[in-house]
Each structure stands twice: as structure tokens, then as C-alpha cells.
């Protein structure tokens, strides 16, 4: 009996390694692996991990940069119904600490190069968690024994959880999004139908593997029609200029700061003569003139918009449009649907209109990790409610307005305010403290942090700043500190947000005329 499923991601390196073995699935940092020789690194993990009683109900979770060894832990997880939980290296250790707290894996994975991370989080956690280290020296030479009663032993099933991915919303904690195999089925499938892979691509993957969009915008279709991928570990523009020209990539995804970055960089005509032939955008909206900057290289960007829910891919504007349509991030992938809900009454909308967009389709998530409330709130019936306010134009074309949530996205991070809040306060100086996102010409939008001090706190700019480097990703570290008296509110006591956003672009203004 078959260990996989119809529609189970593990099937797929089976699938590809009887078909090319030889030809390579990836390309990292230079070692190259073959899809035979993945897949047998993949398939011996997955039966350790059977045979020390790991299976379906299972996490494992990891703290990784992206790596062969990680892609292996992945598949074999895959193979054998264990929900994969990437976690971010970016995290301050609180932050990942409350993290696998709340994700409560079986087992932690963690890479050398952060061990010291993981070890001062893993003390944070109240209960102890297994930990093993990855890779062929680690996890893949021992497989530690399951705590417990060993999981079921049983096939793989579409509805098995895949993918946990933490994602920040509006509230003060990270969410973890359940992704099952038939979710990342049908988003792949979704993504081939609009933009096509074939065995000749070489994919760069630059997006940290905590992200969705770095398994499934671009890899994951990758690894299914046998192409491949190009593993890099951080961005640095000239780096991946580098990788371009040297790899002879054809196609990649990355967020607007990136392609802005890259555009900046005195070797970025280089592009013009690559192969390079698909480049995704998502994350946030592209600037006209950015577009118009690598559309002038060869090398049109095609906008997408989506969210973790989702799987991610929601809508896409092709490449060929992007002029069409300036600003606009496209219409529904295939297999997905979509509608514009009005805000005040809660009735779909036609034609065109502007409300809130929701989403329906397979690629839609199982619900939140241990959250049932957080579920509920974000679901009506089989609608997932975005919270970005969307306009639809005559010719069924989607712009993104507005959100209705709080966030903001730096550097194609979502940035919680209530979660920078919220460490913030860990500082007993800080008696109140509120986060807006302010504009920036490189990374989207910044973070400036409006501080009423503690009675008789003596506290300055500098000590803050100290302070939420200590507590935060740095991508979360507001860029300014205001101190003020109090916080702007409104006739019901709800912060003035609005009123904050002005002031804060004010003082944005004030320290570039300075």
C-alpha cells in the first residue's frame, strides 16, 4: 500500500526522482544534489522517523537558513503526514521562544549557525522540547526517540497538515497557519496554470524558508515538473546579481524592496542579457516606477498578491499587463475565487466596486494552530476574509485600497503594531506605546513608535531602541521614538491610529529636511 496520498506533497520527489535522477534538484550555495539522491536522503528520514514513532498529529519544527538539509527534513516530513513548522531565525529569542511554545512541536531541528538562538529560546519554553540537530550529521545519522505513545501508523492523506507557517495579523501574537498537502496541491496547480514551469528552469529561491512564497511561489512547482532550484541564504543585491549571470536563472520571486535594491545596484544592467524570464513580485503593491525600471531591462515583473492563508496565491497580474494596468495587482488565479464584500452591510458587491476582498477555494487553510477563535473571526461560511479593502475596475481588474487590519509590511514582512506594543511594554518605563507604519521609498514602510513614559521613568530615544532590539526581529524595530503625554483616542477610546499615522509622517518629513 502507497505511504501517499492523491494529492500528498511527498509523492512528488518519488515521483521525479524514477523519472530524471540525475538531473539536479538543487543548487545550494554551490553543492548540488540530484532528485534520486534527494529523495533516498528523504525516504530514509521519513522511515526513521516512522520507526522511532513519529507520524500524522506530529510537528517538527525548525530553526534553519535555507539548505538541502532543510528541503530533505521537509520531504520527509512530507512522506510521512508530520506537519513541517519552519520557524524564523530573524526572532528575538522571546519572541521564538513564546513561538514553539505555542506551536508545541514533537521535535525541534535547529541548523548550526543557530543553535545559540534556538538554545536561549528553547529555555524559555516552560515545557522541555526534544531538540536534535539537522542535517546528515544530526537528525538524519539518529532520529531521537518520540516522546509518548508512538503516532498512528497509516497513509498519508490530502488533509494531513503540511505547512505550519507563523505569520503576524492584527493582534499581538504570531498565528501559525495550518497548510494541508491538498491546500499546496492546489495552490501549485493554481500557480502552473498561470505561470508555467518547465525541467529547463533554474529557479533562484531567495525568500527565507519561514515564508510561505519560498515553498509555494516558485520551489515546490519546481521540484514537481523537475527543475532546479538555486538555494540562497540572505539577500545582498550584488550577491544575487552574481547568481543570476553565474546560474543562469530563468525565473524568481521576491518582494519590492528586493527588486528595488537590486534596480539600485551599479551591475543591475547585467540583467538585460541573462535568462532570466519570470520574475514575481509580491508582498506589496509594486511602485509604477520600479516597474517601469526592470520592464526597461527586459525583464517586466509580474505582480502578485496573496496572503499566508491562502496558500498564498490569490491574484496575479501577467507580466505582459503590468503596463495596462499600472498599479494593479491582477485578477484570480485559477481554482480560486474571489468577491468584493461591502464593509457597513456585508453584501457582496458586482461589477465595479470597493470593499473588503474575501476568498474561497482549496488553497484556503485548514484554520490557526490551538486557535479556534482566531479561525472564526477571519471565516464566514468557506469565505476567508482577507482584511484588505480592494477595488475592482470594469475590466475585472484587482488594486489593493487599503487593509482594514492594523499591519503594515516592511520589506515584505507583516509588521504587527499590537505585537511591537506589546514588547515595548516589557520595559517598565513605557507606560503606553502605540506603532504606525510610515511610508519609505525602500522598504515599503516603516515602523514609528509613539512612547508615553511610566511616572517618573527617565527614558530616552536611545534606551528604547536598545531595548526593542532586544525584544524584536530587527525588521519590527520602529526606525523613530515620539514621546508624548498621551495617545491620541477616539469618542469610544479606541486608539486614533489615523491621527498618529499624520503625525508620524510629519516627523518622517522633519528628519528628512533636517
Known sequence: MTLDGPHTIGRW??????????????????????????????????????????????????????????????????????????LSWRLAPRELGEVLAQSDPTLVLIEDEYEGLAAEALRRVPRPLPACALGTTGVEASVPVRAGAPAPRRAVRDDDPLLVIYTSGSEAAPKGVVLTHANCFWNNLALAGAQQLTSEDIVLSMLPQFHIAAWNCQPLLAWWVGATVVLERSFQPQRILQLLAERGVTAMMGVPTQYRLLADDPAFAQVAAGPLRQALVGG????????????????????????????????????????????????????????????????????????????????????????????????????????????????????????????????????????????????????????????????????????????????????????????????????????????????????????????AADLMKETVDG
Not at 16 to 27: F, N
Not at 334 to 345: E, F, K, L, N, S
Not at 378 to 384: C, D, F, K, R
Not at 443 to 466: K, P
Request: glycine residues 10%.
Open 284 to 503: 506589496a503593491t509594486l511602485p509604477a516606477d520600479l516597474a517601469a525600471c526592470w520592464a526597461a531591462a527586459g525583464v517586466p515583473l509580474t505582480q502578485g498578491y496573496g496572503l499566508t492563508e491562502a496558500a498564498p496565491n490569490v491574484l496575479c497580474l501577467p507580466a505582459s499587463d503590468s503596463g495596462l494596468f499600472p498599479g494593479a495587482v491582477g485578477r484570480p488565479y485559477p481554482h480560486v475565487d474571489v468577491r468584493i464584500v461591502d464593509t457597513a452591510t456585508g453584501l457582496a458587491l458586482s461589477g465595479q466596486a470597493t470593499g473588503e476582498l474575501w476568498v474561497r477555494g482549496p488553497s484556503v487553510f485548514a484554520g490557526y494552530l490551538h486557535d479556534a477563535e482566531a479561525t472564526a473571526r477571519v471565516m464566514s461560511g468557506e469565505w476567508l476574509r482577507t482584511g484588505d479593502i480592494v477595488h475592482r475596475d470594469a475590466a475585472g481588474v484587482y488594486r489593493i485600497v487599503d487593509r482594514l487590519k492594523d499591519i503594515f509590511i516592511s520589506g515584505g514582512e507583516n509588521v504587527a503594531p499590537a505585537e511591537v506594543e506589546r514588547a515595548l511594554c516589557l520595559h517598565p518605563g513605557i507606560l503606553e506605546a502605540a506603532v504606525v507604519g510610515v511610508p519609505d521609498a525602500v522598504w515599503g514602510e516603516r515602523g514609528v513608535a509613539f512612547v508615553v513614559r511610566a511616572e517618573g521613568a527617565v527614558l530616552g530615544e536611545d534606551e528604547v531602541l536598545a531595548h526593542a532590539r532586544a525584544e524584536l526581529a530587527g525588521y519590527k524595530v520602529p526606525v523613530r521614538i515620539a514621546f508624548v503625554q498621551s495617545l491620541p483616542r477616539s469618542t469610544i477610546e479606541k486608539l486614533a491610529r489615523s491621527r498618529l499615522r499624520r503625525r
Open 13 to 86: 520527489l518519488t515521483d521525479r526522482a524514477v523519472g530524471s535522477p540525475r538531473r539536479t534538484a538543487i543548487d545550494d550555495r554551490g553543492v548540488r544534489i540530484g532528485y534520486g539522491e534527494l529523495e533516498e536522503r528523504a525516504a530514509a528520514l521519513a522511515d526513521a522517523l516512522r520507526r522511532r514513532g513519529y507520524g500524522p498529529g506530529d510537528r517538527i519544527a525548525t530553526v534553519s537558513g535555507n539548505s538541502i538539509d532543510h528541503v530533505v527534513a521537509f520531504f520527509a516530513c512530507a512522506k510521512t503526514g508530520i506537519a513541517f513548522v519552519p
